[in-house]
């Protein structure tokens, strides 16, 4: 990489999904997907066995606005051509997580040795492919401009429960001030596939989070300014958490921020 | 009913859709809804044994511009709160089609004789619920304006298939003057849960169409004028046509025309 000063970005930016795919399918890399192959959809994915999945699928279509799908594979068919050609779920991913009666025994690199005839592959959008769009469009992301991740909460709000699949909906927090809020709510809602417009909007209090300084998962503290106001969207953590709190004998996720890369571009999502 | 000049619509327009469905429910009207509660989402129904639902979903899903799944019910429930608190789905249709092998074996006002616990009900938008809002924004619909339903067409463009369900994008087409065609576009894409923005535009041709004036079902000719270019629309006749044909052992549909209406207002479906 450069050492010139306009070029600070990671050279894996400007990886075709394709390219950072094959990487990732060597297993050299287990890390985080955010500074790869940027414009393209990234998303999460559920791994679970048929006798759950349709249960899983209507959770979902129940929650869309949390777990917005983007694929549903074929029963035991590790491709998902409708994300890339060669797309190949066990090994395409840079790091995974097993779960064995909801806990994690392993995280692997790759899950050839896991594969199974009965497993069905989930994989839900994820607010990355609107932020561009929202930069775009002007609007300041003081989590990206600072190089965190966006902060989270759990809400009061119960997700639609379908069999073993229930649990709180899960938001992530910008901080706006009100122009910025109403212009990220028109550009979001454009996005409907990868959560679409804010489900709350400033009182935090009412979907019952306490302290927007405590966020989840250690997250670092927004430190919210006396101009901006919380604009919350649903979260894909919502189905990632129902999946696992349902304890099934098994099933397997992504490695938090360690997503599936598609080869579909974030602005092919936007609907007007 | 009046006779007053000003009252020529029918007085079920304005039926709540609960009220609607409790008249249904008694088995006295077995026609057409399209009379019936203005301003109320109507649906397409697909109850299937839950031995094909992953599939039907998966389906429905990959082809989401045709099948815009709107409710999937709990397998062996009959009750689709998200539509209706009340909402039964083995009574509350008017007509019903019922299928064993692919052949329709009966057109029964209810199926309670028919429920099992296995059967799994799947509900998907029409474009019912975008024509107010095409008509609101000053889109003159030539079919509703003659009393006419709207003209339907078989494509050459397979849809994805997922199991036992495959075949053909069905259309429903519109003709359209120039500056209409691009309203109706920027309109009917805020509506994405109901098939959203056209699929093709003028040429027919490309999408194995050779004459307009020859819709499905012996539809009547539309009559197309020099000045209008035809805009096509995914149809959510797509998948019942895919149902049929996979000719499982036992399937329902609501028979064409007599929908499943929900508490849900067409105006809530506009994402923007």
Redesign the interface.
């Known amino acids: 990489m450069s050492t010139a000063p306009f070029t600070t970005e990671p050279a894996t930016l400007s990886l075709t999904p394709h390219e950072a795919r094959r990487l990732f399918r060597t297993g050299q890399y287990a890390g985080y997907t955010s500074s790869f192959s940027r414009g393209y959809v990234q998303a999460s994915l559920g791994i679970l066995p048929?006798k759950y999945?349709?249960d899983f699928?209507?959770y979902c279509?129940?929650n869309a606005k949390a777990c917005p799908?983007i694929a549903?594979g074929?029963?035991g068919d590790p491709y998902l051509p409708?994300l890339g050609d060669d797309l190949d779920i066990r090994t395409d991913v840079p790091c995974y997580r097993v779960f064995r009666d909801g806990e994690v025994v392993e995280e692997p690199t790759d899950i050839k040795h896991l594969w199974r005839d009965d497993l069905?592959a989930f994989v839900w959008g994820c607010s990355f492919s609107f932020e561009q769009a929202l930069m775009d469009a002007g609007v300041t992301l003081r989590d990206i401009a600072r190089g965190d991740n966006v902060v989270m909460y759990e809400t009061n709000i119960d997700s639609?429960a379908?069999?073993a699949f229930a649990g709180k909906i899960v938001v992530t927090m910008r901080p706006l001030v009100p122009a910025q809020a109403i212009l990220a709510i028109?550009v979001t809602?454009?996005f409907?596939s990868v959560h679409?417009?804010p489900i709350h909007i400033g009182l935090p209090e009412l979907i019952g989070i306490g302290d927007l300084e405590a966020p989840l998962f250690n997250g670092k503290p927004p430190q919210m300014r006396p101009d901006e106001i919380p604009v919350f969207w649903a979260c894909g953590v919502t189905p990632r958490l129902a999946l696992q709190r349902a304890r099934l004998p098994f099933c397997i996720t992504h490695k938090p921020g360690s997503m599936v890369i598609s080869d579909r571009l974030n602005t092919s999502l936007a609907?007007?």
């Open positions: 048929q999945a349709l699928a209507t279509h129940r799908l549903i074929n029963v409708m069905v639609l379908v069999g028109q809602s454009r409907p679409g417009a609907i007007l």
